[in-house]
């Protein structure tokens, strides 16, 4: 069995990852000190694995410790690095906070992977590097823009650091990831105060918020409300099988947009998670939400033609994931 290193594992898009990569037969060991997640993903995972499987409460910024961890697991195969702090409205307040985790424990996993002479390591990365783009659906090729927060710069930051190491790398660029595993065991366990879509709107639905607001309906939209690519979190999860699978027969350094290639708004998003539910959201319209994108949906050929992987869930299946896990958490 392959032996993949998991960072950030514990996570919302890693516990989902680390259930496809056993599935798909590989051994995962996970790095995560759950600065932003829950032992109760620990435990969900093993719930659906039905074993224990391998995990080290380390921070990945700690470079004797990760030394430790890399000299102690032999044969590491590839390296999934999904460690990093994600909140955008905090890294505004904090940008050297997120400069130090996000870009501090990239480096220190590449120069743990030089050490051992391990080659291949999969990022997360983000939409968010393309900005605003020029041309939809966007491809790969696009031009980074200038980054609308520090989150997304540390994003840019990294992907030019994997492009000057000489290890092979993929850059997973995702889309919106929304939803949960069907069983609702895993999930996303952020410390954070929600700001998603997705999220709010189920913490409204379950009574926890009054109202979701939407931010503006004047954008240049078919209904005036923003266009994003919602992507169903256990397609995402998937997309790391199939980039694993092409790293460890193909050298170089890759980059593939991770979404479903539709462009959905807010309130189509809204309606269908009722629909899907059978529930009702109570919003109402706000104002526009400053740095917010008009529009932006993936182009997704690269990936369906490279990776052999498209998505298969729906918007409908992603709702109602999304709020069997609200429940949940309940
Ligand atoms: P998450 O916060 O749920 O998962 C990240 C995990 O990394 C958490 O379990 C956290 O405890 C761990 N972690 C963070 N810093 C660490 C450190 N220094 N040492 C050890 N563990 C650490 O976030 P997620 O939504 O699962 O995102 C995973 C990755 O995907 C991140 O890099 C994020 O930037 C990226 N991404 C997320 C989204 C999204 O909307 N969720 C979109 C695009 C990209
Ligand atoms: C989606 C749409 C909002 C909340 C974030 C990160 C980005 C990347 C993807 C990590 C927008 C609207 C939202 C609300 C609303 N993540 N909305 N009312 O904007 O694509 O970006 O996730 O890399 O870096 O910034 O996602 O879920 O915040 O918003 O109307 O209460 O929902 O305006 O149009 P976004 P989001």
Redo the contacts with the bound molecule.
Sequence with gaps: MKKILV??????????TIIELVKSGYFPII????????IN?IHGIEKIIGKEFRWH??????KLKMQKIFLEECDIEAVI??????SVEESVNKPKKYHD??V??LNVVLECMKDKNIQNII??????VYGMPDILPVEESAPFKKAESP?GE??QICEKILLSNPCNSIS???????GSYSSALIG?????KAS?LVPIITETVIGRRKEITVFGDDYNTSDGTCIRDYIH?VDLAKSHVSALEFILNQSGKHVFNIGTGNGVSVLEAIKTFEKANNLKVNYSIGKRRSGDIEKIYADTKLAKQKLDWEPKKTLKDAMISAWNWEKMKE
């Design positions: 960072t950030g594992g514990a996570g919302y898009i890693g516990s989902h790095i995560d000190n759950l600065c932003n997640s829950s993903n409460n380390i921070d990945c910024t700690d690095h999904f460690a990093a702090y994600k985790n996000n501090g424990s990022f997360s990365s983000s939409c968010t989150y540390t994003k997973l660029r995702y889309f919106n990831p929304i996303d366990c952020s410390a954070d998603n979190v």
